[in-house]
């Protein structure tokens, strides 16, 4: 790798615009631009999508063979070396690995597309958003849509939590979650903390669009009125909910488990 020029001062103008990217979602959305936060992500970006715009290592990134690697891969001029200390402060994190990626955030479709997908109903917490996008995308399903209220899907904290998903989904922000609703139809299904029907009760081997509400007060009363399904998954006595990423996961999971059984792959 061609050698860099060290920054050590927290008031380069860079650095000062890197810090306002990792810490504010309205400088994201201004700029169109987010930051991925670790080898494997800046590693699934470049396998995915291509070359970033800018990649950002620390002074003991340097020294790892995985950052050094994954350097090797865009031109010197688009590397940017800066002192452990304000790599700390850019990217959020006590013990990052030393690398950061600077990327343009994808425009959203216009609508989600016939077939499977996740709904998210104000869910707030960043680490819930990602888990939730992280599982959707191992579940097979192609396509979320996040209404008001949630996390921003590209976030810093929501991308760490996802680990990649991002580029194997199509993803809608500020979504109208009543419209997506009325026109899947009987294809969609509410997770509910109670008073739903079980989940193992369920024929889930069609298309579904699954909501999934806010971690303190579940999907909306609305949503939940006009979902042709409601499912609560059964727990011990004495537990009253799932986190909603976990409820999330367990209520993917046993769709796929039903379609592989319908199409013979158990």
């Known amino acids: 790798m061609a050698t860099t020029r060290l920054i050590t001062s ?13 810490a504010d979602a309205r400088e994201q959305r201004r700029q169109g631009r987010t930051l991925l936060d670790g ?11 291509g070359r970033p715009e800018r990649l950002v290592a620390s002074e003991s990134g340097l020294a790892d063979p995985e950052v050094c690697q994954l350097l090797a891969a865009v031109p010197a001029a688009d590397i940017l070396e800066v002192s452990d200390g304000l790599f700390r402060e850019i990217s959020g994190i006590a013990t990052p690995v030393g690398l950061l990626a600077v990327i343009a955030i994808p425009g959203s479709p216009p609508t989600l597309a016939p077939g499977a997908c996740v709904l998210l109903d104000a869910i707030q917490d960043a680490g819930n958003v990602g888990t939730i996008m992280r599982t959707t995308a191992a579940a097979g399903i192609g396509q979320i849509a996040l209404g008001p209220g949630c996390a921003g899907a590209w976030t810093p904290r929501v991308l760490r939590a996802a680990q990649g998903a991002h580029f194997n989904l199509n993803i809608l922000e500020q979504a109208d979650l009543l419209a997506i609703v009325r026109a899947r139809g009987q ?6 903390a109670r008073e739903g029907t079980s989940l193992y009760q369920l024929d889930l081997t069609g298309d579904i669009a699954w909501i999934f509400g806010n971690e303190g007060l579940g999907v909306s009363p609305a949503l939940a009125a006009l979902a042709a399904r409601r499912a609560t998954i059964p727990m011990a006595a004495g537990s009253e909910s799932l986190n909603v990423a976990a409820a999330a996961a367990v209520c993917l999971f046993e769709e796929r488990r039903q379609q592989l059984i319908k199409r013979g792959n158990r």
């Open 10 to 22: 927290r008031s380069n103008p860079t650095v000062k615009a890197l810090r306002a990217l990792s």
């Open 39 to 49: 080898p494997h992500l800046v590693a699934v970006y470049l396998e995915r999508v």
């Open 187 to 192: 294809a969609s299904v509410a997770a509910v």
